[in-house]
């Protein structure tokens, strides 16, 4: 079955700091990849996405490359803010009439002044 | 545009008593619909999807149950409540389709005392 693997974390930076959450993920087929933001006491937002191999989403300073050849779709920003204060979740998605999506377990970021 | 809305945002029930959170989809047809269950600290837990009205499928057993008795509506449900049910209750739609993204409404709280 598909699968998507991303570390718990937390992962605490402090301000202006490079950001990177590696996502891994199995899938029988040819998925897209999503990554998804959820600010505290709230619903998911989606982040960015990318539907086929070599693609990279990017939105908000983020950005993240679908790399079939090592399975990821790690997440990355140049310049952390404290509200980018978060937890972040990897999904997959395979194509077809129902859209099941696995997600990861999410991993927490905060970032300190 | 297509928006999500479910409610109540926040509920306190007591063990044994019924629940019922709704969810309204607008700005698209026949949309896959979905129930997800996150507890504190965890990550999502898919409960139910449904691909139409009337179609339901539960992804793990529990007491909880869905319907769909409009095209754009969706229920989660519950006759007694257990202290196991407390968590955030995300509602969720897609359209069928590669590369096609799941949107989240703003999510439920649940606490059962």
């Known amino acids: 079955g598909n699968s998507v693997t991303q570390m718990e974390g937390p992962v605490t930076l402090s301000e202006e700091a490079f950001l990177t959450i590696n996502c891994t993920y199995t899938?029988?087929?040819?998925?897209?990849l999503f990554w998804y933001v959820q600010y505290p006491g709230e619903g998911l937002q989606l982040l960015l996405k990318?539907?086929?191999?070599?693609d990279k989403g990017s939105n908000k300073g983020f950005e993240a490359t679908y790399r079939k050849e090592t399975t990821s779709f790690h997440l990355e920003k140049g310049s952390v803010q404290v509200s980018d204060s978060a937890v972040y979740f990897c999904?997959?998605?395979?194509?077809?009439?129902?859209?099941?999506?696995?997600f990861g377990i999410g991993t927490k970021l905060q970032v300190i002044p | 545009s297509q928006t999500i809305h479910q409610w109540p945002a926040t509920l306190v029930q007591p063990v044994g008593s019924p629940l019922s959170l709704e969810c309204t989809v607008e700005?698209?047809?026949?949309?896959?619909l979905y129930w997800y269950r996150q507890a504190a600290g965890r990550g999502l837990q898919l409960l139910f999807y449904?691909?139409?009205?009337?179609?339901i499928s539960s992804e793990v057993p529990q007491n909880l149950s869905a319907s769909r008795p409009q095209d754009r509506q969706f229920i989660l449900s519950s006759k007694k409540l257990l202290l196991s049910d407390s968590g955030f209750y995300l509602c969720?739609?897609?359209?069928?389709?590669?590369?096609?993204?799941?949107?989240f409404g703003e999510g439920s709280w649940l606490t059962v005392v």
């Open positions: 999904a997959l998605s395979e194509p077809g009439g129902y859209q099941k999506v696995t």
């Open positions: 899938a029988t087929g040819y998925p897209s």
């Open positions: 969720a739609w897609s359209v069928s389709g590669a590369g096609n993204t799941i949107y």
């Open positions: 700005g698209t047809s026949n949309p896959n």
């Open positions: 990318a539907t086929k191999a070599d």
């Open positions: 449904s691909v139409g009205i009337g179609q």
